[in-house]
């Protein structure tokens, strides 16, 4: 089978070079020349571990390719649209690239495939790109075939090669059955190995991704909590977190208290989700309360600081080690 990824950022060219690995032909897409320069050399833009190995590998087995035109390479099976949502002002998701990806696929497709949106995205955003190609081929005065759907990533930075090629489950929203049978074709290789396949309705896979992250931040921020109040009592949060943890309830993952959450994913989806409820009259209590507490916890370390030395910062001199908000990855957003 052959797919086109479009956007070679974190998700998208991890998605494109696994899907190369399984034996996909796959084109990337990137309307940043100078990268899809450098790419098509063999250099990488982003760190993430055994990625430039994998590139490599595929670009010389003839499996991996990498384009600036989206037009030329729609003679496909799939389109895969993973490019940036970038937060707006209000914290809500900007999807205009996502829809102009929609548009350029409309104006030059010529044969039935699927259009994947593979982004983070607000609910109601697929059916937004299906409305956007519709009327695209309605000005073209064409009838072409195409059916949308929501593939979500859930890949983490730092591990993100891992996560794609042994996922703890892949999650699919569609509305027809051939959507569905060519999402078991391109993932052939993952349901052969018993991997988790979830399909579901497009504006639940679209809340799925949200409500997964905005649950780890959860997480996160009460953690945080917990610790704060331990240093005011004088109990360890080291202790209180395997404790914690030790149930089979709670688990002992995204429970370590520090400076708060940051990274591309946390701190704009917990946003998107608290002005995505607005937008329909609802209040995200919780998630509000989760990002208040995130933004304060910035601050706690410089209170640290200024406590430990009396207020006295004048002329001292402080080594910063590591400046990733987390291992393994080159990412300093946020």
Not at 157 to 175: H, L, N, Q, T, Y
Request: aromatic share 8%.
């Amino acid at each position: 089978m052959k797919i086109t990824v479009v956007g070679t950022g974190y998700v998208g060219l991890v998605t494109g070079t696994c899907f190369a690995e399984t034996g996909l032909t796959v084109t990337c897409i990137d309307i940043d020349k100078e990268k899809i320069a450098r790419l098509q050399k063999g250099i990488i833009p982003i760190y993430e571990p055994r990625l430039d190995e994998l590139v490599h590998q595929n670009m010389a087995k003839g499996r991996l390719f990498f384009s600036t035109s989206l037009a030329d390479h729609l003679d496909c099976d799939a389109v895969f649209i993973a490019v940036g949502t970038p937060p707006g002002e209000d914290g809500s998701a900007d999807v205009s690239h996502v829809l102009k990806v929609a548009s350029e696929t409309g104006k030059y497709m010529t044969h039935p495939l699927l259009v994947v949106v593979k982004s983070t995205v607000p609910v109601g955003t697929t059916m937004k790109v299906k409305q956007v190609i519709r009327e695209e081929l309605d000005r073209r005065k064409v009838n072409i075939r195409f059916y949308i759907g929501s593939n979500p990533e859930f890949l983490k930075e730092g591990s993100a090669v891992d996560d794609f090629m042994k996922p703890d489950r892949i999650i699919v929203g569609v509305e027809e059955e051939e959507a569905t049978r060519i999402f078991e074709k391109l993932y052939k290789p993952f349901l052969l190995n018993g991997h988790p396949f979830l399909v579901m309705d497009i504006a639940s896979c679209e809340m799925t991704k949200y409500a997964a992250n905005a649950m780890l931040a959860s997480r996160i921020s009460f953690m945080n909590e917990i610790a704060n109040l331990c240093d005011r009592v004088g109990a360890d949060i080291s202790q209180v977190r395997k404790g914690i943890g030790s149930d089979p309830r709670i688990g002992p993952r995204f429970i370590y208290a520090g400076p708060g959450y940051g990274g591309s994913c946390f701190p704009k989806d917990v946003k998107a989700l608290i002005r995505l409820a607005e937008e329909v009259d609802y209040s995200m209590e919780i998630l509000k309360a989760v990002d208040r507490v995130n933004e304060k916890q910035k601050k706690l370390l410089l209170g640290k600081i200024q406590f430990h030395f009396g207020h006295q910062l004048k002329g001292k001199r402080f080594a910063v080690w590591g400046l990733s908000y987390k291992p393994h990855t080159d990412d300093m957003r946020e």
